[in-house]
């Protein structure tokens, strides 16, 4: 029986589950097979993933229909291991993955454990900026796994591990939006433990323009509102940090055209902040300009579905109206 049982649900990525599988066959650590579970996608990645049959242990299900929750659900059921690895299927694995997670593990066991997201020296500029402006501590304070520490971090589904007690405690994910982070506050309720395996990360290859990026950020804040209501005192002040981010700027704006230009000097120090951080991380002038673009875009994103879902729910709230948070 394998030690660790890899579980990637796609929908129509079949170069990208070829770039993840090549990762697969790095590892210094191969103890593990691998379940690849797939909507029905205009581009199946059923071939591809046949072509690795001979030096992985791979399996392949095509389950039209099924949400991705629900196919993280399946595929923790199908597993052999009693330890899951879940990972997007925008993910690429250094060769020590494994290996890191393995002895992470031995260490400190965890029901449900986590790393962070990295960028690779190959990424393009883009796709840098939205990493440093994703795990960057003047951005996010780190919740992704950068700064942020161990007993306090919140596993996520682009790296997330789960043991089979955890999955059967839990009864595994909801279909709902920001279903992995209230997995991982169900698994603290449950009280089980959740830990951050700082040396386990993953290169997590963003394919995203700023209209796209602006999209999934907002629905990231819709889904801050949705899990206040699923797991009541979730909601904590750094979650209020990119509406307070937004606001701060509009009055910081209105007093520098209306009062005096001093009031713009901190929205100027910030940006200088950004760029520079960005610049000295990734080495590159042009990713630092980026990254200033990429942070206002996603702080402002996350506040506009922040305030959109609240005022939503209020207003259903308000007429008596039954609003469907999630589907167990």
């Not at 399996?59 to 597993?79: C, I, K, T, V, W």
């Not at 942070?295 to 209020?314: P, W």
Request: aromatic residues 14%.
């Amino acid at each position: 029986m394998p030690t660790y049982s890899i579980i990637v649900p796609v929908y129509d990525r079949p170069d990208e589950m070829q770039e993840f599988l090549d990762s697969l066959l790095t590892q210094t650590y191969t103890d593990f097979e691998v379940l690849v579970l797939e909507d029905a996608s205009p581009r199946p990645c059923d071939a591809v993933v046949q072509r690795y049959a001979d030096r992985l242990d791979v399996r392949y299900f095509y389950r039209p229909g099924l949400d991705r929750s629900q196919r993280r659900n399946l595929g923790m059921e199908q597993a052999r291991s009693d330890i899951f690895l879940l990972f997007d299927s925008d993910c690429v694995l250094p060769s020590t993955y494994m290996d890191s997670v393995h002895r992470a593990y031995s260490k400190a066991p965890a029901d449900c454990f986590g790393g962070p997201d990295n960028a690779h020296p190959d990424f393009n500029r883009m796709q840098k900026a939205v990493n440093y402006s994703m795990t960057s501590f003047f951005t996010t304070g780190g919740i992704r796994g950068g700064k942020k520490p161990m007993e306090s971090f919140t596993p996520r589904s682009f790296n997330m591990g789960i043991t089979r007690k955890a999955f059967d405690a839990t009864g595994g994910f909801r279909s709902m939006i920001g279903e992995d982070i209230d997995f991982s506050l169900r698994v603290r309720k449950a009280g089980l433990k959740t830990a951050l395996y700082r040396e386990a990360y993953v290169y997590h290859k963003r394919r995203v323009d700023l209209k796209k990026f602006y999209r999934q950020i907002r629905t990231f804040g819709k889904s801050r509102i949705v899990l206040s209501k699923t797991n009541p005192g979730s909601l904590k002040p750094v979650h209020l940090f990119p509406l307070l981010f937004v606001l701060g700027h509009i009055a910081l704006i209105f007093a520098g055209i209306f009062v005096h230009s001093v009031f713009l000097f901190p929205i100027f120090a910030y940006i200088l902040l950004l760029c520079t951080d960005a610049w000295l991380q990734n080495r590159s002038l042009h990713v630092g300009l980026l990254s200033v673009l990429t942070s206002y875009t996603q702080l402002t994103a996350y506040a506009i579905g922040f305030l959109n879902e609240a005022f939503t729910a209020k207003a259903y709230k308000a007429i008596g109206k039954q609003e469907t948070i999630y589907h167990p």
